[in-house]
Nanobody, 125 residues
Framework: QVQLVESGGGLVQAGGSLRLSCTAS????????MGWFRQAPGKEREFVAH????????YYSDSVKGRFTISRDNAKNTVYLQMNSLKPEDTAVYYC??????????????????WGQGTQVTVSS
């Protein structure tokens, strides 16, 4: 079982930055691929970014590529999402997710077994 706790959300003006963090309870954190998803009101959950565990590769949705950066610190059991040049359309609840890493690209919510509680990000225009 993996417990995930997100933090770092808040209110920011368009063009600003936020960094989200997600800390996992699992000691073998490096064995897990991590993803960030978001869900805006009235919309379906959307993939944002993914990072593998052992061989650190990353993958982004087109909507955030070049503005967001996913990274991880395995010593701290934490994955980060640095969000720059934020836009009002980035407003959503952001969730981190985890699954055992078998080396693939995991961009569907169905690929993940464990989810955090979510953190609200609001970007004002």
């Amino acid at each position: 079982q993996v417990q995930l706790v997100e933090s770092g959300g808040g209110l920011v003006q368009a063009g600003g930055s936020l960094r989200l963090s997600c800390t996992a309870s699992r000691r073998t954190f490096s064995s897990y691929a991590m993803g960030w998803f978001r869900q805006a009101p009235g919309k379906e959950r959307e993939f944002v970014a993914h990072i593998n565990g052992r061989i650190v590769t990353t993958y982004y949705s087109d909507s955030v590529k070049g503005r967001f950066t996913i990274s991880r610190d395995n010593a701290k059991n934490t994955v980060y999402l640095q969000m720059n040049s934020l836009k009002p359309e980035d407003t959503a609840v952001y969730y981190c997710a985890a699954r055992y890493d078998t080396g693939g690209f995991y961009y569907s919510g169905d690929d993940y077994n464990y989810w955090g509680q979510g953190t609200q990000v609001t970007v004002s225009s």
